[in-house]
Every structure is written in C-alpha cells, then in structure tokens.
C-alpha cells in the first residue's frame, strides 16, 4: 500500500495514458493520491489503472474522454463534486502538436484543433474544477505544456 505526501488527496490527471502524464500518475499513485485519469483511449486506461493496482492496492478512477467535447468537461465536474466532493489536484496535461513546420504552412483547422485542446480545453477544465479545488484544503491546479 503507497502512504506518501498525497494519502487521502484526490487528484485528476488528464493525458495520462502515456508520457508525462503517465509518469505523474504513477508517482502520485506511489505519493497515497486517489487518481481520476482521463485520457481518450480505454484499452491505455486499463493498462495504467493495472500499474497503479500494483502500486498502491487501489484502482483509479478512468475517464475515456475526448477533452475538445467540452460540455463533457462540464460533466466530469459534477461527477467528481457528487462522487468526492472536492479535488485537491488538477493536472491539466493532455497536449496536441501540430505539424513542425513554419506557421504559413499550418493549416488554419489544424492551428485551431490545437487551440481547442492547448488553451480551450485547460480553460474549461478550470472553470468545472475551480470551485472543487476551493473544497479542497490545499488545492492546486498544474498545467504542463511545451
């Protein structure tokens, strides 16, 4: 069983099926958190959620979602707010990348795909979760980008 900093704490970790998000999940799973991890694929969920078992005995909370869905991001609040009451961290980490190439060349439905994900999406998160983070008694909200 993980006791750490975050035993007792519930946190939501979005992107994290893979790379930094997966690697937060993991270390907070070790730190004692209650995990709720988003990310768009099931199957990637599932492998993550069978790590997290073995690390701390408890299972995650999934979330297959599509984050540019943002009344869904409305719902994920209330659920949290019904479920847990409060949220003690936000880690807005799902990202979308665009082609490499010089910003003549980037297609205005691509530019906007990575808005909508980027900044919208962390935009909305915040909004829903805010006032779950003010519950909390130490809340914090931690946007990775790059």
């Known amino acids: 069983m993980?006791?750490?900093r975050l035993k007792g704490r519930i946190a939501l970790i979005t992107g994290a099926s893979r790379g930094i998000g997966r690697a937060v999940a993991l270390r907070f799973a070790k730190e004692g958190a209650h995990l709720i991890l988003t990310?768009?694929?099931q199957g990637a969920l599932e492998e993550l959620d069978d790590e997290i078992q073995e690390i701390s005995g408890e299972s995650a909370t999934l979330v297959p979602v599509d984050l540019m869905d943002?009344?869904?991001i409305d719902q994920m609040g209330a659920a949290v707010f019904d479920r847990f009451k409060r949220l003690d961290v936000l880690v807005g980490n799902?990202?979308?990348?665009?082609?490499?190439?010089?910003?003549?060349?980037?297609?205005?439905?691509?530019w906007e795909r990575v808005?909508?994900?980027n900044v919208t999406a962390n935009y909305r998160l915040l909004r829903s979760f805010d006032p779950l983070l003010r519950?909390?008694?130490?809340g914090r909200a931690i946007f990775v980008s790059s």
């Open 115 to 117: 808005m909508a994900l």
């Open 39 to 41: 990310a768009r694929t």
């Open 94 to 110: 799902a990202g979308l990348l665009t082609s490499l190439t010089p910003m003549a060349q980037v297609k205005p439905k691509d």
């Open 70 to 72: 943002f009344d869904t």
């Open 135 to 138: 519950m909390s008694d130490a």
């Open 2 to 4: 993980a006791e750490g």
